[in-house]
């Protein structure tokens, strides 16, 4: 097995795979067992809990793990970045908003500044701010995102670096679940591929069994962009940020009737977190994206980056003879 | 230059390109030269206009090319497919509705029976129904469409069709401009691809200047899903369906407001068919994909499948030896 691309060689990766730092579900265990396997493990630094976070570095090694941040909310409380780079990560993963204000202390620190963006217009500025690995994510991923498919960003922004930056690595992410979506990616121009819904389905991630079971259930049709469970949830995303998870009665009652909600939320945000604590994939919500229809059993996370690596391969082999 | 594929060789042709219907854009002309670049070119029958249809398909050779239909609307005027079928098309598309009713005629006549869809749900029914190659289409597709993506249906449609009819064939479309999309596409398990704003692009299409001059000046950034031309057009389509085109001035008036448009809709209506008919794209829309944002040029259809075609290859290459 040798996927070798642009990012292996240069973070010193066995595989072109990064795992996704899905706010609560990728924690130490999850990003260890992804970088054992030779891709790059990310902990979900997420809306920003201290404890949380010192609890999940202390399951990873320094050097061979990173973490990935929500831009804006790291920007109200910076010291939470100061925590996580004296644990020495590989990288540094962020999304949602502006990094400039970041990028200095990240590259002092020594770590690989990745920034995911969902627009050409995003991949611009993070090409202005430094950015050494650019992920253009697409709208099948699960969780928050925007509108712009993984099929035409990718390309896009590969153009764009070949343009401007020659040097700048390139990621793929939103709705690679398989061997089939990492060799497409690879096609479009990536260098290697961010796999978060797959990798949510393993044994490692900080998933309950009913939140899986929902998900194993559902095929790719069964997912909704929206943003009821952040205005349940009192969660001050910015509004051009949607975030996808499966149809469930939750989304069912609110969807369409956002202000109605809004006048409720204090109600409704207890009754979310309660449902979320108990793991309730009915009463809050299963955040996987479209690539849900390609997921068939809960694994282990290092079987899962070698299994799509042997399947990207096998895929190639296909057309070797072109 | 060699992409084999099961589609090249079910439907005899030199290279796994079949080019999109598009409503106006696509006629006779466009269709031959897809057809004799050793692509498939189809005749976008649109909304159904006997005349039109007669007048493209005496542009075109018998077995050398194919037609395509909004289902809903060939379905109130079944005769048009009479029409067509008297040219020996070599394939009928269908897409948007229930091509059951229509099954027998197509394959009576002997024409290939391709059935667009944009859920997996629409899938198991185009398999049902006896299609013989089934086309999955993804959100990110220029025109009418529905919300998921490409990147996921594609491999979901090719377990499906693995699990309870493998002699089916099955194509990608959306997002799909150049050979880094038809590689990726082969390798999400395609058997070929459907190609529209790429062709749309080109010197044969039935496109306006300023239409074209818009979309260049364009990024993949400046599309939207929109209902708001179907309005104005008082054109009835399912609302489940979407078109994406270029953000304009005329989406940026209506497009939620549509309440509103509806109410004004016989007087926008004669507005906007003139500036159709004037080739305006502030005041009508240019009906356009994501791919957009991939597209430098206007150059004649033969050129672009051939380039596609040696532009797959050359990523396909890029990784033979894994």
Known sequence: MALSTRLTERLSLSHPIISAPMAFAAGGR?????????????IGGGYGDAAWLEEQLGLVEAGQFGCGFITWSLLR????????????????FLSFGDPAPLVSRVK???????????????????????????????????????????LTLVPEVADLIARRSPQTLLCAAGGIADGRGLAAALMLGADGVLVGSRLWASAEANVGPR???????????????????????????????????LNNAYTARWHGREQELIAVAEEEAQKYRKAWADGD??????????????????????????????????????????
């Open 30 to 42: 999850l990003a260890s067992a992804v970088s054992a396997a030779g891709g790059l493990g990310l």
């Open 77 to 92: 409380q910076p010291a939470l970045l100061d925590l996580v780079l004296a644990h020495r990560p590989k990288a540094i």
């Open 108 to 150: 002092d620190a020594g770590a690989a500044l990745i920034t995911q963006v969902q627009t050409l217009r995003d991949a611009e500025h993070a090409l202005d701010c430094g950015a050494d690995v650019v992920v253009a994510q697409g709208s099948e991923a699960g969780g928050h995102g925007e509108k712009r498919a993984t």
């Open 211 to 245: 939140m899986h079971a929902a998900a194993l259930a559902a095929n790719g049709d069964d997912t909704i962009r929206t943003q009821v469970m952040d205005l349940a949830r009192r969660l001050d995303w910015p509004s051009r940020y949607t975030a996808r998870v």
């Open 281 to 322: 994939p009915e009463g809050s919500n299963t955040f996987v994206g479209e690539a849900v229809g390609l997921i068939d059993g809960i694994v282990p996370a290092g079987d899962l980056v070698r299994g799509m690596v042997s399947e990207a391969e096998a895929c190639l082999k296909r057309f070797a003879s072109v």
